[in-house]
């Protein structure tokens, strides 16, 4: 299970996910992302209390990151735990993403 919230920041739009980004939310992920890059503000996702990434997951960020880089929307990944780092470092996506230690905002 997977709950979503938005949140404008300055000139961010934060995206709080919290619970597992699997199989089964990872189209309301995808979504939340997604809807956030319409904002007209530089967009942070905040993992601060993300639990489990899959691959399917990881799709959905990568897809959001994509429709970003098109719309020329500043687009990071924050605060990863432990296990959602593990997934994310031994990915490579820690290399072709945007990735910070904290909320930019």
Same mark, same amino acid.
């Given at each position: ?8 920041? +300055?000139?961010?739009?934060?995206? !709080? ?22 904002? !007209?503000?530089?967009?942070? +996702? ?60």
């Amino acid at each position: 299970m997977i709950q979503l919230t938005e949140e404008t920041r +300055a000139d961010w739009c934060v995206v !709080g996910v919290r619970g597992r980004a699997d199989a089964e939310s990872a189209d309301d992920l995808e979504a939340a992302l997604r809807s956030a890059l319409q904002s !007209g503000h530089k967009v942070a +996702a905040d993992f601060t209390a993300l639990e489990y990434i899959s691959s399917a997951g990881l799709r959905a960020v990568i897809q959001a990151a994509r429709a970003a880089q098109e719309a020329k929307v500043e687009f990071v990944i924050c605060s990863l735990t432990l296990p959602v780092r593990k997934v994310f470092d031994m990915s490579g996506l820690h290399q072709m993403l945007q990735v910070r230690e904290g909320v930019p905002c």
